[in-house]
Nanobody, 116 residues
Framework: QVQLVESGGGLVQAGGSLRLSCTAS????????MGWYRQTPGKERESVAE???????NYADSVKGRFTISRDNTKGTLDLQMTSLKSEDTAVYFC??????????WGQGTQVTVSS
């Protein structure tokens, strides 16, 4: 059973930056795809940024140019660098990993609050 743990959330002023990090109880190399998702109360969880291949990165239109996803299998981390944060970025952010032909794993989430 793989466990994903997020860290780095918190309270930041609009225009500020935060860096989220996700680590796994085992090696993240088992995951074919990894990504960051977010959810606000009453809304569905949405994809923010995904790494689907060695050079294939996907970003939600709302975060393009502001957020950067990176993965380091050696360190066992999946990071999300968030800059120029806006109040609408406020959400619980989840790390996720997809095992090839297997299940998707989720972390417990970390709260990001952007004050305007």
């Amino acid at each position: 059973q793989v466990q994903l743990v997020e860290s780095g959330g918190g309270l930041v002023q609009a225009g500020g930056s935060l860096r989220l990090s996700c680590t796994a109880s085992g090696s993240i190399s088992v995951f074919r795809e990894m990504g960051w998702y977010r959810q606000t109360p009453g809304k569905e969880r949405e994809s923010v940024a995904e790494i689907t291949g060695p050079t294939r990165l996907n970003y939600a239109d709302s975060v393009k140019g502001r957020f950067t996803i990176s993965r380091d299998n050696t360190k066992g981390t999946l990071d999300l660098q968030m800059t120029s944060l806006k109040s609408e970025d406020t959400a619980v952010y989840f790390c996720s990993g997809q095992i090839p032909f297997g299940r998707r794993y989720w972390g417990q989430g970390t709260q990001v609050t952007v004050s305007s």
